[in-house]
């Protein structure tokens, strides 16, 4: 066997591993409901709504990620803006109800950041980070959803290099690494440079600064950008003219190590705007002078923040050496399955890759993978569910009609409904 298709197969495994379960998407739903209950018997929040974000509603977790949860603050029909003071002193009623209640695990609030957040686990070991009205961070999470319409490619690769960081201890802002959106835009942006590219550029997609649209009426707001994203997609995917990537999985996995491997040198003249599709020389960008930061990635949705601005110079070196040290085992001679699988996914994930990755000749005599049953990608359904709880609360609040999501084709042809969480009280 060929080391390409050693990494091909080994990265199979992988993702049949880490891939989220039925029992992930229920009991993550479960969460949610908890938190709703919780926020309906705080009088500060009365009205309010509980709405998940992130890699639950773009469909790029794994089954140990993570739960971004916006508490959305009833306005009628209007996208309402509260001040960081307000918001500090609602998630300090949240974090008392919590700790009264019970059952929730190491609570931490961190008033002061840039975005107040109060940071919490749950009795299932899922971590959760609760903000309030964070709606930009919802709209983000469908743009990354929507993206995998263009190429189911661009899921796996996020899910891999998610874990491979997490292996290498890269993935942690906390201690000046990369957060889990930076890697995701890192991604987007290797589909940009690929020969030939797989995403255009995401000015193609949405052009100018989505943030600064999310005004006025939320329905209205809401609907301009998925409308915008749902015909700009389908352009870019039905262009016949457009040459087609038809690189396997290890492909795209060497080429984003080789991409990156000297991150630390291109950094200190050199961004990643995502935006634009390009790197762009520092010195000559206005949105980004002047440079402070180890390393920017920018947000292609909130220009011009820059999404790597925990990452320190210490760290950045680690990460461009985590490029390099895997770039240089996956391109060994005498690689084995056992070295990749150590270089690419944490210990607890290897224990389930031992060879052969499950292939139990005993119960399954063919030495064919038995079957997980999995859930169908109900990503589009968490972004009905909770948009249809919001219309509904609002519907005597306004005489709005309430939002109608627009799909972009073939979002849902895949979507399975796995759990029905229970009604609201």
């Given at each position: 066997m060929s080391g390409g298709q050693l990494l091909e197969l080994t990265l199979r495994d992988i993702l049949?591993?880490?891939?989220?379960?039925?029992?992930?998407?229920?009991?993550?739903?479960?969460i949610i409901n908890e938190l709703q209950a919780v926020v309906q018997s705080i009088e500060s929040l009365r009205g309010a709504t509980v709405e998940p974000f992130g890699s639950f509603v773009s469909n790029l977790f794994t089954r140990w990620g993570d739960l971004d949860i916006s508490i959305e603050l009833s306005n009628g029909s209007h996208i309402l803006s509260a001040g960081k003071k307000h918001k500090q002193m609602l998630l300090n009623d949240v974090l008392r109800v919590l700790r009264t209640k019970g059952g929730w695990r190491n609570l931490h609030f961190f008033a002061n950041a840039r975005i107040p957040i109060l940071k919490l686990e749950t009795s299932h070991s899922i971590s959760c980070d609760i903000s309030i009205n964070n709606l930009s961070g919802q709209m983000k999470s469908k743009l990354l959803f929507w993206m995998n319409e263009i190429d189911g490619r661009f899921r796996d690769m996020v899910l891999l290099i998610k874990e491979w960081a997490k292996a290498h201890n890269i993935n942690d802002p906390k201690f000046g690494s990369l957060n889990s959106y930076s890697l995701s835009l890192l991604v987007v942006f290797h589909f940009q440079t690929c020969v030939p590219a797989i995403f255009p550029p995401l000015k193609e997609i949405y052009?100018?600064?989505?943030?600064?649209?999310?005004?006025?009426?939320?329905?209205?707001?809401e609907k301009h950008v998925e409308e915008t994203c749902a015909v700009n997609i389908n352009r870019y995917r039905s262009d016949s003219s457009r040459l087609t990537n038809h690189s396997s999985l290890s492909q795209l996995f060497m080429s984003f190590l080789e991409k990156f491997s000297d991150i630390s040198a291109k950094a200190a003249t050199q961004?990643?705007?995502?935006?634009t599709g390009q790197w762009e020389d520092i010195d000559t960008n206005m949105r980004w002078l002047p440079?402070?930061?180890?390393?920017?990635i920018e947000d292609p949705f909130e220009q011009p923040v820059n999404t790597a601005r925990t990452v320190s110079n210490k760290q950045l070196a680690r990460i461009s050496?985590?490029?390099?040290?895997?770039?240089?085992?996956?391109?060994?001679?005498?690689q084995d399955q056992s070295m990749l699988v150590s270089a690419l996914v944490r210990p607890q994930i290897s224990q389930f890759l031992v060879k052969p990755p499950f292939r139990c000749q005993s119960s399954h005599s063919n030495g064919t993978r038995?079957?997980?049953?999995?859930?169908?990608?109900?990503?589009?359904?968490v972004q009905d569910q909770f948009q249809n709880r919001r219309s509904q609360k609002r519907q005597n609040e306004t005489n709005q009609r309430p939002a109608q999501v627009v799909h972009i084709p073939k979002v849902h042809s895949?979507?399975?409904?796995?759990?029905?969480?229970?009604?609201?009280?």
């Open positions: 049949h591993v880490i891939n989220p379960l039925r029992e992930d998407w229920s009991i993550r739903f479960y052009p100018g600064n989505m943030v600064d649209d999310l005004i006025g009426v939320r329905a209205l707001a961004g990643i705007s995502p935006y440079k402070t930061y180890a390393v920017f050496n985590s490029f390099q040290t895997t770039l240089n085992m996956v391109n060994a001679a005498n038995p079957q997980i049953p999995r859930a169908m990608q109900p990503a589009g359904r895949q979507v399975q409904q796995v759990w029905r969480p229970r009604s609201e009280s």
